[in-house]
């Protein structure tokens, strides 16, 4: 699955390389998403609450993202997904999660990811409830959700039926996962080292080589620059690569396809392949957000562009060709 996976990203990045006029790069074929938090009635299951930022239906099966609030008491039982990787960033309080055996607190900034045939289990700890971002890939999630608040007792207490439920929703508390070579991930934020280009501090907190390709997410900082609207010239398509940014403070105004939204905190934009964007920081405030970059490689593309000379970046042969292995294109 790792080799696969990586072989995937490997093969995008060269695609892409064939340059934006390539018959093989993507249409603008799925639509983006603006979506504050709010927008959408949630959905409470017992100790859980729930909002869906993301659906499999937004993203075209990609992945699913939620807004997720757990209660102090909740105990969960420990479980496997035998084919979904689980991301989540917590926003506030404190968990304690245990997976593959080895126990972290997770506190807010931080990120735990957790691949397929993993065991795992968190808990809220602290006595403070929990504020959590979940990106569950491939999407899907929902389904599950919903249906599960619409069970009956008499489901409920069928063994069958909740065999096949469980078998359908992708989740097995027998199993105590698999050795498949994928290692899940608990990073710290605060300890994380801080690279600055431009008005942009980045922490890179899921690597390609972490994720076995999936996605890249990246914790960023975007100073507040004055600007008044998003100039005319701006913005860059990717042919194939999808993006999220989700503003955990301050406010992003963005520019898709024309399409022109302000994103709020706990809110979220996301941009599918072929879709011309562009932003800036509305207000005063700086904007700290959470970038998922899929599949992955975003790492690869920015440390490659740091160690350019002032010479090669003048260079525009140099530059068109980094912009063609890096998915950019200017229209």
Same mark, same amino acid.
């Given at each position: 699955?790792?080799?696969?996976?990586?072989?995937?990203?490997?093969?995008?990045?060269?695609?892409?390389?064939?340059?934006?006029?390539?018959?093989?790069?993507?249409?603008?074929?799925?639509?983006?998403?603006?979506?504050? $938090?709010?927008?959408?009635? =949630?959905?409470?299951?017992?100790?859980? !609450?729930?909002? &869906?930022?993301? @659906?499999?239906? #937004?993203?075209?099966?990609?992945?699913?993202?939620?807004?997720?609030?757990?209660?102090?008491?909740?105990?969960?039982?420990?479980?496997?997904?035998?084919?979904?990787?689980?991301?989540?960033?917590?926003?506030?309080?404190?968990?304690?999660?245990?997976?593959?055996?080895?126990?972290?607190?997770?506190?807010?900034?931080?990120?735990?990811?957790?691949?397929?045939?993993?065991?795992?289990?968190?808990?809220?700890?602290?006595?403070?409830?929990?504020?959590?971002?979940?990106?569950?890939?491939?999407?899907?999630?929902?389904?599950?959700?919903?249906?599960?608040?619409? $069970?009956?007792?008499?489901? =409920?207490?069928?063994?069958?039926?909740? !065999?096949?439920? &469980?078998?359908? @929703?992708?989740? #097995?508390?027998?199993?105590?996962?698999?050795?498949?070579?994928?290692?899940?991930?608990?990073?710290?934020?605060?300890?994380?080292?801080?690279?600055?280009?431009?008005?942009?501090?980045?922490?890179?907190?899921?690597?390609?080589?972490?994720?076995?390709?999936?996605?890249?997410?990246?914790?960023?900082?975007?100073?507040?620059?004055?600007?008044?609207?998003?100039?005319?010239?701006?913005?860059?398509?990717?042919?194939?690569?999808?993006?999220?940014?989700?503003?955990?403070?301050?406010?992003?105004?963005?520019?898709?396809?024309?399409?022109?939204?302000?994103?709020?905190?706990?809110?979220?934009?996301?941009?599918?392949?072929?879709?011309?964007?562009?932003?800036?920081?509305?207000?005063?405030? #700086?904007?700290?957000?959470?970038?998922?970059?899929?599949?992955?490689?975003?790492?690869?593309?920015?440390?490659?562009?740091?160690?350019?000379?002032?010479?090669?970046?003048?260079?525009?042969?140099?530059?068109?060709?980094?912009?063609?292995?890096?998915?950019?294109?200017?229209?």
């Amino acid at each position: 699955m790792a080799d696969r996976n990586l072989i995937r990203a490997s093969l995008i990045c060269v695609i892409g390389s064939l340059g934006a006029g390539s018959a093989l790069a993507q249409e603008a074929s799925d639509r983006h998403v603006f979506r504050n $938090l709010g927008s959408s009635e =949630r959905l409470v299951r017992g100790l859980e !609450s729930m909002e &869906f930022l993301l @659906t499999a239906e #937004d993203t075209e099966g990609r992945y699913s993202i939620v807004d997720w609030v757990f209660q102090p008491e909740l105990e969960p039982p420990a479980h496997v997904h035998r084919s979904h990787s689980e991301v989540f960033y917590f926003v506030s309080g404190r968990m304690e999660w245990t997976v593959n055996g080895e126990t972290q607190v997770m506190e807010a900034g931080d990120l735990v990811y957790i691949p397929p045939n993993t065991h795992h289990v968190g808990q809220p700890v602290g006595g403070e409830e929990v504020h959590a971002i979940l990106i569950y890939e491939p999407a899907g999630f929902e389904w599950g959700a919903i249906e599960s608040v619409a $069970l009956t007792d008499e489901q =409920r207490s069928d063994p069958a039926f909740m !065999s096949d439920f &469980f078998a359908r @929703t992708d989740i #097995d508390f027998q199993s105590e996962g698999s050795d498949s070579g994928a290692r899940h991930v608990f990073h710290k934020n605060a300890s994380a080292e801080a690279y600055t280009r431009g008005p942009m501090t980045s922490r890179f907190m899921l690597t390609a080589n972490q994720s076995e390709g999936r996605f890249s997410i990246v914790d960023e900082v975007f100073a507040a620059r004055g600007q008044e609207s998003i100039p005319p010239n701006a913005g860059h398509i990717h042919n194939f690569h999808s993006e999220v940014f989700y503003v955990v403070s301050g406010t992003m105004e963005w520019r898709v396809d024309g399409d022109i939204q302000q994103i709020h905190p706990g809110g979220l934009v996301y941009i599918p392949p072929g879709s011309h964007h562009a932003f800036r920081v509305a207000g005063d405030e #700086d904007v700290h957000a959470i970038m998922l970059y899929e599949p992955a490689g975003y790492e690869l593309n920015y440390f490659r562009r740091q160690a350019m000379s002032e010479e090669e970046r003048e260079d525009p042969e140099v530059m068109a060709d980094f912009f063609r292995h890096a998915d950019i294109s200017f229209p």
